[in-house]
Structure formats: structure tokens, C-alpha cells
């Protein structure tokens, strides 16, 4: 509306092992969408950092991938001081569309950026 007044955000994870060589938790914390008052946005940031010890993460991290590929001081379920988590505050916009960039192109060039979006 111009005076700020219907401004929302998203609450998003950015946790430390996300995107690892071996294996990935990319899509697994969670994020909150549509927060608008303060409370909102303080509960929301708890409930990200909370994630990271939900069932499905710790069962996901106890993994022997993740123990071969000597990530045990990224992620240690036996160490809970290990894990650790950004995380983002975004304002919410009237999205035409959706997509991640890539800091490498998978398919090519790997010097190139690749994008990829859909309506």
C-alpha cells in the first residue's frame, strides 16, 4: 500500500550443513511465511533454530553418509553444540515466479551462474 502498513516476511533456516558435497539438508528446517508483527517474527526465528533438533533432522544427520564423508564436526547429533543456523529475514513479495540460483552451472560451464525459474 505504499505506507508499509500490509508488510509481511518470511523466516527462513540457513543452516551450516545445508549444502554439503555429500548429501544435503536443503529443504528440511523449517521457514515461516506471512509474519508481520514483531512476536511473530521472535516466535518464527525460535521455531527455525528449534528445527534443527526435530526427529526427521537428527535421524537424517545420524546417517552413515554423513559420517563418511567426515561431517561430524558440521553436524554431530551426539554434539549438540555443533549444528548451526542463520537465519533470514525476508520481506514477502508479489512473486511472478520461483527459483534458485546456482553458484555453478551443473550442466555446463561451471564458471557460469545458472538459474532456474518457473511461473
Known amino acids: 500500500d ?3 502498513s500490509n508488510v509481511s516476511f518470511a523466516v527462513r533456516s540457513s543452516g551450516s550443513a545445508e549444502d554439503l ?3 544435503s539438508f536443503a529443504g528440511q528446517y523449517d ?3 506471512y509474519k508481520s508483527t514483531v512476536d511473530e517474527i521472535v516466535q518464527s526465528i525460535k521455531g527455525c533454530w528449534a528445527s534443527m533438533f526435530k526427529e526427521h533432522i537428527l535421524d537424517y544427520a545420524s546417517r552413515p553418509v554423513f559420517l563418511d ?3 561430524e564436526d558440521v553436524y554431530d547429533p551426539k554434539n549438540m553444540n555443533a549444528p548451526q543456523m542463520g537465519v ?3 520481506q514477502m513479495v508479489e512473486a ?3 527459483g534458485v540460483c ?3 552451472n551443473l550442466w ?3 564458471s557460469e551462474v545458472m538459474i532456474e525459474a518457473v511461473p
Open 2 to 4: 505504499g505506507d508499509g
Open 21 to 23: 558435497a555429500g548429501q
Open 31 to 33: 521457514t515461516f511465511l
Open 69 to 71: 564423508a567426515m561431517i
Open 88 to 90: 533470514l529475514i525476508m
Open 96 to 98: 511472478v515466479c520461483a
Open 102 to 104: 546456482f553458484s555453478r
Open 108 to 110: 555446463g560451464e561451471e
